[in-house]
């Protein structure tokens, strides 16, 4: 990448829309590596004629082979077939694709955070772990979905005082058009195999914590699947709090991004994220860094680890912006964890691990086969009770069927006593 490119590639992410995003942009490298990919597009326009971005991450391996990516329906890239020489990104279709987007809520500012520090992670050219996910897999960033909520001051609408978080299926580009437009994007990645993973970023008044929603799924594996991955990024960051995910059945708030991209795609990986403003209740203590020969080296000197947990984790702990950032920078490293490509894991001492003749086998054993065992474990415990709360709540459920008010069929408390769906759910 030229000098030139480099400082569009810094205009660009600054351009954003979020003041947060400046942070993203002072980290990036002087001299970008040659094989950071980036590619930002106007995906739409919203109601109000603001920038609805799709920016893509990935490493140039692979690129001599790759196709670009198949146009969308009009009115979705406006600029693509009025610019010369203005394509598609390319498609790596050896690569799988992680989608991430944030601010459905204009209110909730640490969704930026997150994706702030995600992004920052994922273009940073002196980190073995950020080359690796580059490499191997695509990441495609939706950083705003509600900008004119955002310049309104709404806390939880669009400009027509519309919860976009609740019309995932019945999206239109005239009413909804970057929800429209994000179900597109979805709907291409599933389409060709590519959909990886998908998180929805959050944050949250009513419960203190950062946590994932996700989807009970189908099966026992699915769960299993999706239980693995919430765990990696606690076992990656001091904030995220495992304990704290809850797990629903599909059909609790379908036009939610979390909701309706399982539904349409059956993907087990699909997250709404959730971070409260001020607090969590405790911190990880997460497993003893890595301290074999690459975190020694001279490669990783210049980036450490997260930080250690302190050894008192019952004390309360007031957010900042560099917590939800780490946040960010942790769904990559559990991405990272999940594919058993970490070269600098969390997840088990080299030293220990039976055979490190093939880079998957070093992380199933030990680190990830103990972690994969534990949420197995954990994913019987959660299909147990959530068939005991189903046959508790159902008749109380249909009771109050026609209430009418709020977002919610069902009452909340019935299912989840901690969320208020009103006023502070997903
Ligand atoms: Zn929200």
Not at 222 to 249: H, I, M, P, Y
Request: glycine share 6%; aromatic share 8%; charged share 25%.
């Amino acid at each position: 990448m030229s000098t030139a490119s480099n400082v569009q590639h810094l205009e660009v992410v600054a351009e954003i829309g979020t003041a947060a995003a400046y942070s993203a942009a002072k980290l990036l490298p002087a001299t970008p590596a040659p094989n950071l990919y980036y590619r930002r597009e106007l995906l739409c326009r919203s109601l109000e004629g603001r920038r609805i971005d799709l920016i893509t991450i990935t490493g140039t391996n692979g690129l001599p082979e790759a196709e670009p990516e198949a146009p969308l329906p009009a009115p979705l890239l406006p600029e693509a077939s009025s610019r010369d020489g203005h394509a598609r990104p390319h498609a790596f279709p050896n690569k799988p694709v992680v989608l991430v987007s944030a601010r459905v809520h204009p209110g909730e500012t640490p969704a930026s955070h997150v994706l702030d520090g995600l992004l920052a992670f994922l273009v940073r050219t002196d980190d073995p772990r950020a080359a690796a996910l580059r490499e191997r897999f695509v990441f495609k960033l939706i950083p705003m979905l509600n900008p004119d909520g955002v310049f309104r001051g709404h806390y939880r609408t669009d400009t027509r005082g519309v919860n976009l978080n609740r019309v995932y299926l019945e999206a239109s580009a005239a009413e909804h058009p970057s929800i429209h437009a994000c179900c597109a994007v979805v709907q291409q990645l599933h389409e060709r195999g590519a959909l990886h993973l998908f998180v929805d970023c959050h944050a949250h008044a009513g419960k203190r914590g950062c946590f994932l929603y996700g989807n009970l799924g189908n099966s026992f594996d699915e769960l299993t699947r999706a239980g693995l991955f919430a765990k990696l990024v606690s076992l990656n960051t001091l904030w995220l709090d495992f304990a704290a995910c809850q797990w629903f059945d599909s059909q609790r708030m379908e036009g939610s991004a979390r909701a309706a991209v399982y539904k349409h795609t059956g993907l087990p990986t699909v997250y709404t994220l959730e971070c409260n403003y001020d607090s969590g209740i405790s911190m990880n203590e997460l497993p003893k860094k890595y301290t074999g020969e690459l975190l020694e080296s001279a490669e990783m000197s210049s980036c450490p680890m997260s930080p250690e947990a302190p050894r008192n984790t019952s004390v309360s702990h007031k957010y900042d912006e560099a917590c939800y950032q780490e946040i960010g920078k942790a769904l990559a490293l559990a991405v990272l964890d999940m594919a058993a490509a970490n070269p600098a894991s969390r997840l088990g001492p080299r030293d220990s691990w039976e055979d490190t003749s093939e880079e998957t086998v070093r992380y199933y054993y030990k680190g990830l086969a103990k972690t994969r065992g534990a949420i197995r474990q954990w994913a019987e415990m959660q299909l147990t009770s959530a068939a005991k709360r189903r046959a508790n709540t159902r008749p109380r459920s249909q009771s109050r069927k026609g209430n009418g008010g709020g977002d919610e069929e069902e009452d909340p408390e019935d299912l989840e006593p901690d969320i208020d769906a009103d006023d502070e759910g997903e």
